[in-house]
T-cell receptor, first 111, second 115 residues
Framework: RKEVEQDPGPFNVPEGATVAFNCTYS??????FFWYRQDCRKEPKLLMS???SGNEDGRFTAQLNRASQYISLLIRDSKLSDSATYLC????????????FGRGTSLIVHP | EAQVTQNPRYLITVTGKKLTVTCSQN?????MSWYRQDPGLGLRQIYY???????DKGDVPEGYKVSRKEKRNFPLILESPSPNQTSLYFC??????????????FGPGTRLTVL
């Protein structure tokens, strides 16, 4: 099992739709979780952190399920500008805080 | 402006010709890292540095070298580039990854082609 796994997509949704991505991780000792956004051929940028209690920022909600070892990202009321690749980041755990990136999930929002 | 800079942004070279990609950050960050990104494989860590004079291998270090003589600079060296090192390279920095993982700030990327 890969350390961090994501469905590559693409998720193709109309404007205004709600879309959700999951990301599974293999190391139960992992303690830090994040979602990054990457636009085509640009550098990744932090979208939001994922806390045990969940995290909401406007239209974006991130949640952590430790029992099943996955994190999720929910985007409500999708905008054209949300089209991007969303990268899941998990630290290696076991005393290491070195981050491991998932391969990303591609989102395309169309008119 | 707080930023991570990389040079060059684009480079086409030939097999075996040594090259260096520079990376510099002006945020006084302790942690710096190099990644390569290839289609279908995502971001893979090449080397990282927890602080000056402290470097360690990431997941794909073969064929690369790094050094961290100053806090702000973390150059990536390809002593004898090969075509399989054709990729998009990102440098990143972070305040630290000691107690907890902090946000990483990425440079704009260097697109390298090795013929």
């Amino acid at each position: 099992r890969k350390e961090v796994e994501q469905d590559p997509g693409p998720f193709n949704v109309p404007e205004g739709a709600t879309v959700a991505f999951n990301c599974t991780y293999s190391n139960s000792a992992s303690q830090s979780f994040f979602w990054y956004r990457q636009d085509c051929r640009k550098e990744p940028k932090l979208l939001m952190s994922v806390y045990s209690s969940g995290n909401e920022d406007g239209r974006f909600t991130a949640q952590l399920n430790r029992a099943s070892q996955y994190i999720s990202l929910l985007i409500r009321d999708s905008k054209l500008s949300d089209s991007a690749t969303y990268l899941c980041v998990v630290n290696k755990g076991g005393g290491s805080y070195i981050p491991t990136f998932g391969r990303g999930t591609s989102l395309i929002v169309h008119p | 402006e707080a930023q991570v800079t990389q040079n060059p942004r684009y480079l086409i070279t030939v097999t075996g010709k040594k090259l260096t990609v520079t990376c510099s950050q002006n945020m006084n960050h302790e942690y710096m890292s190099w990644y390569r990104q290839d289609p279908g494989l995502g971001l893979r860590q090449i080397y990282y540095s927890m602080n000056v004079e402290v470097t360690d291998k990431g997941d794909v270090p073969e064929g690369y070298k790094v050094s961290r003589k100053e806090k702000r600079n973390f150059p990536l060296i390809l002593e004898s580039p090969s075509p399989n090192q054709t990729s998009l390279y990102f440098c990143a920095s972070s305040p630290s990854v000691g107690i907890t993982y902090n946000e990483q700030f990425f440079g704009p990327g260097t697109r390298l082609t090795v013929l």
